[in-house]
């Protein structure tokens, strides 16, 4: 198959999104298929270059006079690459394909990440829309999404072509009880409520600290609001980092505190790095702990039930010592070979004669088969 895939940049920068879609180009790529990304570029053209993916130049900014240009180059994208495959990742992508696909023989994928941004909704121009939990699922059907259309692949993206093997990733030496949380600085990814949460034990357990992986433009808010604390030297502002496996394995704890989150991908690789896990109960977060088997969920918003959580971990090693162990069971669902092949699988329902073609090219193979 001839695959494009339409994301808004390929920037190293820890977006769950463009991850996944140079995951799957790469593995696509791998498996030999002809795989194409359109961004406005970024880190990742490297690994896409190393993986024989092509890459186009294409700036989706939404400015009127760049979204006509856009228009313009999105064409000729299409014209000189000629995909059987469009699988748009994001809002601007999807529209462009859906809107623009008169005359292109092309069949749109699109896949919901962010369900709960009104633009969500417009995924829905594709002929398949992959919702990455079920609940996301539950979601758009309610907004008006057929059920026909939709399909659900959970998120992973352990063994991703973008990681090396867990065991090569050194630990580092962070202050123990180690606390993590590795998200964007938004106010919608619980930040607050898990410093609250932390000010509120940090009295009894005087060794514990707080580390905060991520960057946004909420940080400073963050900042100042650690900064009328008495503990302000034991929360950690530790900024984007690109390999975040070296917190999540030198931690004890791990926490996600979102108010709404449709899946939860570093929950996985938390879970891998053997981290007890504690995680808002939203959205698709219980299905990635595997419906409470392989994590603790709180209520969102609630600063003082995370602070309970904590404590009962902090102050009971083998309650600890047993989440740890659970959180690094079931994982192979989470893996990104998985996804490729789940996904791989939605292109064929929309090729139906895809694999008659291959034997009708391929006489070799055809005879062989009847050996």
Known sequence: ????????????????????????????????????????????????????????????????LNMIKAAWRYREIVQVFQPDIVHAHMMTGVVLAGVLRSGC????????????????????????????????????????????????????????????????????????????????????KGIAELIEAFIKIAKDFPQAHLYLVGNGPDRSMFEAMVQKTTYSNRIHFEGFQPEPQRYMLASDIFVLAS???????????????????????????????????????????????????????????????????????NLERFSAARVNEDTLAIYRELIPNYNLSKLIKSPKVLVGNYK
């Open 105 to 188: 023989p092309y069949n749109l994928v699109s896949t919901v990440h962010n369900e709960f941004q009104r633009s969500a909704i417009l995924m829905g121009l594709a002929d398949r829309v992959i919702a990455v939990s079920h609940a996301v699922a539950d979601s758009m059907v309610r907004r008006g999404i057929s059920k026909k259309k939709l399909r659900v692949i959970s998120n992973g993206t352990l063994g991703s072509p973008r990681h090396r093997n867990l065991k090569d990733y050194q630990p580092l030496p962070l202050h123990r009880p180690a606390i993590t949380t590795v998200a964007g600085m938004y106010t919608r």
């Open 259 to 329: 108010h709404c989150e449709s899946f939860g991908l570093v929950l996985t690789e938390a879970r891998e790095a053997g981290c007890a896990i504690i995680a808002s109960d939203v959205d698709g977060i219980p299905e990635t702990l595997d419906n409470r088997q392989a994590g603790i969920l709180v209520p969102p918003k609630d600063s003082q039930t995370l602070a309970a959580t904590l404590a009962q971990l902090l102050e009971d090693p083998e309650k600890l010592y047993k989440w740890q162990s659970r959180a690094q069971q």
């Open 1 to 64: 198959m001839k695959i494009l895939h339409i994301t808004n940049h390929v920037q190293k920068i820890g977006n769950g999104i463009v991850n996944v879609a140079v995951d799957l180009a790469c593995l696509q790529a791998k498996s030999g298929h002809d795989v194409a990304v359109a961004s406005a570029g970024g880190e990742y053209e490297i690994l896409l270059a190393r993986h024989g993916v092509k890459h186009f130049q294409l700036n989706q900014s939404r400015q009127p």
